[in-house]
């Protein structure tokens, strides 16, 4: 599924509406990956981190699942370049199929 995100360990499945995260290419930590995504740790956010172990289905019962994830740099980022972050070899390994 393009544009979602996972994690081997959790069954949830994660679509950004934040517009700028789905123009966000993959780039190997290797080589060209210059950002991470992370569970968002603000306070002035509401993050619901209880929610990130439980099953989707467990999540899907809630009134009002909320999960923020947040781009963070690895290091600067000139002006006009391209933010990359690593999707995992799992996804490497299925473009190449």
């Not at 994660?14 to 290419?25: H, Q, W, Y």
């Not at 992370?38 to 999960?67: A, C, F, G, R």
């Amino acid at each position: 599924v393009n544009y979602c995100f996972g994690h081997p360990e959790s069954s949830l499945l994660l679509m950004p509406v934040g517009p700028l995260a789905t123009l966000i290419n993959h780039g190997s930590l290797r080589d060209k990956a210059n950002a991470y995504l992370t569970w968002s740790k603000h306070s002035s956010v509401w993050n619901d981190h209880s929610l990130h172990d439980l099953h989707v289905h467990e999540v899907m019962n809630q009134e009002y699942p909320n999960i923020v994830m947040e781009i963070y740099a690895i290091r600067d980022i000139e002006e006009g370049e391209e933010i990359f972050i690593d999707y995992g070899a799992a996804w490497e390994q299925a473009w190449v199929e």
